[in-house]
């Protein structure tokens, strides 16, 4: 009786999220009416962070990237087809009303910071987590924990992925990643997927809204300091891009 008894909480939470799976899928579609819980505009600075535009060429067979530092070309300068700030593979794996903003924030000290953020159109598909798009890029995630920073009127709740090189025949191993998210709504954060899609089914059943989600990602090097380094830029970040 007692693996039972132990699980039972599990097993409504298992229930109770995969019902608000469902609701999210068979729901009529509701307009993504209301507001997001982030700003649009990516900050120019996040604390001594500057941040810089990344640029793809559109062009499958070439894909080259050109960043603000780079005084990138209206047009790539291999190829000359088109620059975006999206590339083409989340184009096409994406519904086409995602919004995608991105930046790179360097101190010129050598720690980078990659910042994405993946806000919902009306379908909730445009959000993936991690779990799924690392192994297919060749990565591991060797270890993954939930935090929490006591920031402010309530604390930041993220999740951080210790990522590794999955492909160990590579000529050129690549280097281990820190990688923190987590879930933004209107007047909402959660680390959890489950709860943003229980959220998203309740607001569609009891208010017809369709608010959108932010999903907000944090790519680093991993090495000493690290995480230490992050948190103190989530913190900062969180400050600059979340409507509280
Ligand atoms: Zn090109």
């Not at 995969?18 to 609701?23: E, F, R, T």
């Not at 900050?43 to 793809?56: Q, S, V």
């Not at 598909?125 to 920073?149: E, F, M, N, T």
Request: hydrophobic share 40%.
């Amino acid at each position: 009786m007692a693996p039972f008894c132990h699980s039972r909480p599990l097993l409504i939470a298992v229930v109770i999220l995969g019902l608000a799976a469902v609701l999210v899928v068979t729901l009529p579609e509701v307009p993504a009416a209301g507001e997001p819980g982030v700003r649009t505009d990516m900050p120019a600075r996040i604390g001594r962070f500057r941040g810089e535009r990344i640029l793809y060429c559109q062009n499958l067979q070439c894909l080259r990237t050109y960043s603000d530092s780079d005084h990138p070309p209206t047009n790539c300068l291999s190829c000359g087809a088109a620059l975006d700030e999206v590339s083409p593979a989340e184009r096409m794996s994406l519904p086409p009303d995602t919004r995608i903003f991105k930046r790179r924030y360097t101190d010129g000290g050598g720690r980078l910071f990659y910042v994405s953020v993946v806000l919902t159109g009306a379908d909730q598909r445009s959000i993936h987590r991690p779990q799924q798009c690392l192994p297919a890029q060749g990565y591991v995630i060797a270890r993954s924990r939930r935090l929490s920073l006591p920031e402010g009127a309530r604390p930041l709740e993220f999740n951080l992925l210790e990522v590794r090189d999955g492909t160990a025949a590579r000529r050129e191993v690549r280097r281990p990643l820190l990688f923190a998210y987590w879930y933004v709504g209107l007047g909402r954060e959660t680390p959890s997927n489950g709860m943003r899609l229980l959220w998203t089914a309740t607001d569609r059943l009891f208010h017809r809204q369709a608010n959108p989600w932010a999903y907000v990602a944090v790519l680093t090097d991993d090495g000493p300091g690290a995480e230490e380094q992050l948190k103190a830029f989530l913190v900062e970040l969180r400050a600059a891009l979340v409507r509280l």
